[in-house]
């Protein structure tokens, strides 16, 4: 394989991403955006869409919302060749303190959210050359993390999905693959911190659960994403790439 520019590499495609917004999904849309792909970030709050990337409002638990969204996308941008399906929530707490609404709404956010938007993406993804799909999972789908009974079960399932949808769509030329990250400092992690009685030593904590002794950082994430969306892995799809500073194997 020859050498590709890497301001080229996603030439010519048009990228979605949820949760595009903010967190590991905007660093996500500069990291396309800088390889040159034309990016649609589809979150409930797309503000922090940078300046030249489509921001459409979309909320991944409502078909009609994605629906839309998606038809916006191809409408505007002409075409649709990479899903980031990357849109998520969290919960703290043991099976016994979650109540059967907590359950309901992060499966809904995490996981079916990822059916929806792959099932509204997929028509168009079958007309690409170079179709592929990232699902954001998370350690917490192999690891045991204290206090993450659902979040556990949801990125779980997130992997799970992953093969199967892979399986599924590999016959029609689409990818599809994840990456699991370790504890990212994003907003998200800020929010579950201050669930904590003692939210500076759980800050602590999360950095030290990483071997390399520190949280990973967004854009560590977006680069995973980047190769794994991109042409050039053309021959990877059913796979899990940790990007997590060694938390799960080290
Ligand atoms: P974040 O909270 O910083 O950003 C999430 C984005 O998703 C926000 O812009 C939010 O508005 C959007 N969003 C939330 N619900 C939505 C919905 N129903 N429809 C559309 N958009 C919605 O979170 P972060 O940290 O960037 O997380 C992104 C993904 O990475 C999630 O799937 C999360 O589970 C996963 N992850 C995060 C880790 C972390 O330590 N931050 C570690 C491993 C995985």
């Known amino acids: 394989m020859s ?10 495609l048009v990228a979605a991403v949820t949760g595009g917004g903010a967190g ?21 709050d ?29 409408r505007e941008l002409g075409q649709l060749d990479v899903v980031v399906n990357n849109a998520g929530i969290s919960a703290v707490g043991s099976v016994e303190d979650l109540s059967d609404e907590d ?15 792959s099932a509204a993406a997929l028509p168009h993804l079958r007309d690409s050359e170079a179709a592929a799909i990232v699902n954001t ?5 192999q690891v045991g993390l204290p206090q993450r009974a659902l ?15 892979a ?4 016959g029609e030329g689409v990818r599809v693959n994840c990456v699991c990250p370790g504890t990212v400092h994003t907003g998200f992690v800020d929010r579950l911190l201050a669930t904590f009685p003692d939210p500076e030593k759980e800050r602590a904590a999360m950095g030290a659960r990483q071997a390399i002794g520190r949280m ?15 042409p050039r892995a053309g021959s990877t799809t059913g796979t899990a790439l940790d990007v997590d500073g060694g938390a799960t194997h080290l």
């Open 167 to 170: 399986t599924d769509h590999v």
């Open 103 to 117: 359950w309901r709404r992060v499966l809904d956010v995490n996981v079916v959210g990822i059916a929806r938007v």
């Open 46 to 74: 797309p503000s922090g869409a940078p300046d030249g990337v489509l921001g459409v409002r979309c909320d991944v638990t409502d078909r009609a919302s994605v629906d839309a969204a998606i038809a916006t996308v191809v």
């Open 151 to 165: 979040y556990a079960a949801s990125k779980g399932a997130v992997l799970a999905m992953t093969f199967a949808m």
């Open 3 to 12: 050498p590709v520019d890497p301001t080229r590499e996603y030439a010519g």
């Open 24 to 44: 590991i999904g905007l660093a996500v849309v500069v990291e396309l955006v800088a390889r040159g792909a034309r990016v649609a970030a589809l979150d409930v």
């Open 137 to 141: 999972c998370s350690i917490a789908a």
């Open 216 to 230: 990973v950082t967004p854009e560590e994430v977006a680069y995973a994403v980047a190769y794994l969306g991109s």
